[in-house]
T-cell receptor
Framework: QKEVEQNSGPLSVPEGAIASLNCTYS??????FFWYRQYSGKSPELIMF????GDKEDGRFTAQLNKASQYVSLLIRDSQPSDSATYLC?????????FGTGTSLTVIP | NAGVTQTPKFRILKIGQSMTLQCTQD?????MYWYRQDPGMGLKLIYY???????DKGEVPNGYNVSRSTTEDFPLRLELAAPSQTSVYFC??????????FGQGTRLTVV
């Protein structure tokens, strides 16, 4: 059983703050790692993916990967109310994606 | 370019009925997936396909069947619907690239 664990939250941050979302995974053979955002009642949409250890930045978003610790995180800088959503961590192993249960984020104006 | 299209968007089934959830993509993606998402839960993989004529089971395949006769279409069949199959179903597709593109979902209620 390949597991992806996330703190379900809810996580609340004030507008302009940094939101930090965390994820751990069980399969050391996992090849690539993803963060999806899902608004209530909508389908998931990809925010970022990362393959290699270290940080990857895209605008206000930074993904961090530590394969030795089997840990992935997402930092959202200058959080906006529009960032309020559930964030799903996903791991690709072989041909399959495995998703965590998601962390609910609320950005308070 | 419509992306991934799922039909229907909503459906109510009676226990024991059958139905097919349709999924089609126009991006020429070889990989296609069916997930279910229960309230407060993550996405669970039901079935996936790596190309036309090839399908494989995911984490929760019981009670479902799929076929992949073309690159574009990947229907999901529910036989003898049960209340435990009440869920939101998402179809997704991808190339070898990492990103999976999701359809808008089908909200199914079995009563």
């Amino acid at each position: 059983q390949k597991e992806v664990e996330q703190n379900s939250g809810p996580l609340s941050v004030p507008e302009g703050a940094i939101a930090s979302l965390n994820c751990t995974y069980s399969d050391r053979g996992s090849q690539s790692f993803f963060w999806y955002r899902q608004y209530s009642g909508k389908s998931p949409e990809l925010i970022m993916f990362i393959y290699s250890n270290g940080d990857k930045e895209d605008g206000r978003f930074t993904a961090q990967l530590n394969k030795a610790s089997q840990y992935v995180s997402l930092l959202i800088r200058d959080s906006q109310p529009s960032d309020s959503a559930t964030y799903l961590c996903a791991v690709r192993a072989g041909n399959q994606f495995y998703f965590g249960t998601g962390t609910s984020l609320t950005v308070i104006p | 370019n419509a992306g991934v299209t799922q039909t229907p968007k909503f459906r109510i089934l009676k226990i024991g009925q059958s139905m097919t959830l349709q999924c089609t993509q126009d991006m020429n993606h070889n990989y296609m997936y069916w997930y279910r998402q229960d309230p407060g839960m993550g996405l669970k993989l039901i079935y996936y396909s790596v190309g036309a004529g090839i399908t494989d089971k995911g984490e929760v395949p019981n009670g479902y069947n799929v076929s992949r006769s073309t690159t574009e279409d990947f229907p999901l069949r529910l036989e003898l619907a049960a209340p435990s199959q009440t869920s939101v179903y998402f179809c997704a597709s991808s190339l070898q690239s990492p990103e999976a593109f999701f359809g808008q979902g089908t909200r199914l209620t079995v009563v």
